[in-house]
């Protein structure tokens, strides 16, 4: 089984539509937990770190199950700028560096 | 400059070659790192270096040789490459030991070994 495993889509939505990404990791004692958006040809970026309590930024929701071991990203509203790559990023330990990510969803929102 | 920067942004070198890949930081961070990123596969961690020193090394073959000489700077020697190790590779950096620590990453340089 992947460490992090991402349904890797393509996801083509329709702008306005909501969409949801989930991603399940391996390691039940897995610690942090992040969503990263890469664009085509571009190095990624943090989008948002996912608390176990949930959390929202804007039109983006990010849950975690720890008990299934999932974590999922809502994106409401999409807009054509959403369009990219997003990772789901684990970390099985807080006393080092090491970062695990998925494959990625690939997400198109077209007009 | 801002953030993190990497050097070449595209490369390409045949097998026999021997070349060096640079990264910068200008973020204060403390933790640098190596990755791989190939088409339609996760990213691979491939070393970590905190506090100038290595502390991490996913059984990377040993035509990879990384230098940190010092917390801003950070290189990726490749010597004696397959076609295999085509990929993007991706320097990134952290401030260590923050559980939530986010990683800032630079443009990648694009290799193609011929």
């Known amino acids: 089984r992947k460490e992090v495993e991402q349904d890797p889509g393509p996801f083509n939505v329709p702008e306005g539509a909501t969409v949801a990404f989930n991603c399940t990791y391996s390691?039940?004692?897995?610690?942090?937990f992040f969503w990263y958006r890469q664009d085509c040809r571009k190095e990624p970026k943090l989008l948002m770190s996912?608390?176990?309590s949930g959390n929202e930024d804007g039109r983006f929701t990010a849950q975690l199950n720890r008990a299934s071991q999932y974590i999922s990203l809502l994106i409401r509203d999409s807009k054509l700028s959403d369009s990219a790559t997003y990772l789901c990023?684990?970390?099985?330990?807080?006393?080092?560096?090491?970062?695990?990510f998925g494959a990625g969803t690939r997400l198109t929102v077209k007009p | 400059e801002t953030g993190v920067t990497q050097t070449p942004r595209h490369l390409v070198m045949g097998m026999t070659n021997k070349k060096s890949l640079k990264c910068e930081q200008h973020?204060?961070?403390?933790?640098m790192y190596w990755y791989k990123q190939s088409a339609k596969k996760p990213l691979e961690l491939m070393f970590v270096?905190?506090?100038?020193?290595?502390?991490e090394n996913n059984s990377v073959p040993s035509r990879f040789s990384p230098e940190c000489p010092n917390s801003s700077h950070l290189f990726l020697h490749l010597h004696t490459l397959q076609p295999e190790d085509s990929a993007l590779y991706l320097c990134?950096?952290?401030?260590?030991?923050?559980?939530?620590?986010?990683?800032?990453f630079g443009p990648g340089t694009r290799l193609t070994v011929l």
């Open positions: 990134a950096s952290s401030q260590d030991r923050d559980p939530y620590n986010e990683q800032f």
């Open positions: 390691n039940s004692a897995s610690q942090s």
């Open positions: 996912v608390y176990s």
């Open positions: 990023v684990v970390k099985p330990y807080n006393n080092n560096n090491d970062m695990r």
């Open positions: 973020l204060g961070h403390n933790a």
């Open positions: 270096y905190s506090l100038e020193e290595r502390v």
